[in-house]
């Protein structure tokens, strides 16, 4: 099944993503980086962690510190539903849990329908956007979400899961 989704997106020049909502808004992430999707769950704490950073879990034996995407993103107003979950990414070795309002699909878009991140200036920074994905009526943000991760404030993350 996996060698089926390749052949399709080879064919089509496509690029997968999984797409998921932050607030009001879509995002989109490599679709190989992720390495599972969770039902949002009670968290470990670490002490004197930045908010962003809920705690960590076990998986299966393995230490994931789990961020949050809307306090890191300062959307407002944070709720915990059914709809919660955690996206837990594989990247470059490291698993890192990000938790989001809810996942909506995967996609392939071509590159015709993949615009360049607009410039903003300094009042909002977008190095950690690709660009902009359009389907239909929709405008997916493209994360990259490696260059997220792997930030100067992220690496705090290291010392959560350490």
């Known amino acids: ?15 997968e993503c999984l797409t998921f909502t932050l607030g009001d808004e879509e995002y989109g992430i490599d679709i190989l980086t992720v390495q599972e999707i969770r039902g949002y769950d009670t968290v470990t704490r670490i002490a004197n962690a930045p908010d962003f950073i809920k705690g960590v879990i076990n998986l299966r034996g393995a230490i994931v510190p789990i961020v949050d995407m809307r306090i890191k993103f300062n959307l407002g107003n944070v709720v915990y539903n059914e709809f919660t979950v955690v996206i837990v990414l594989n990247l470059a070795g490291r698993v890192i849990g990000m938790v989001v309002d809810g996942v909506s699909d995967v996609i392939t878009l071509t590159p015709e329908q993949i615009r360049p991140a607009p410039e903003l200036g300094t009042a909002l920074d977008t190095q950690y956007i690709n660009g902009l994905g359009t389907v239909d009526e929709r405008m997916i943000i493209l994360m990259d979400i490696e260059r997220l991760m792997s930030a100067e404030d ?5 010392h959560a899961a350490a």
Not at 2 to 9: C, Q
Not at 154 to 158: G, H, P, S, Y
Request: charged share 25%; hydrophobic share 40%.
């Open 154 to 158: 992220m690496a705090l993350i290291e």
């Open 1 to 15: 099944m996996h060698e089926k989704s390749e052949t399709a997106a080879g064919i089509s020049g496509g690029r």
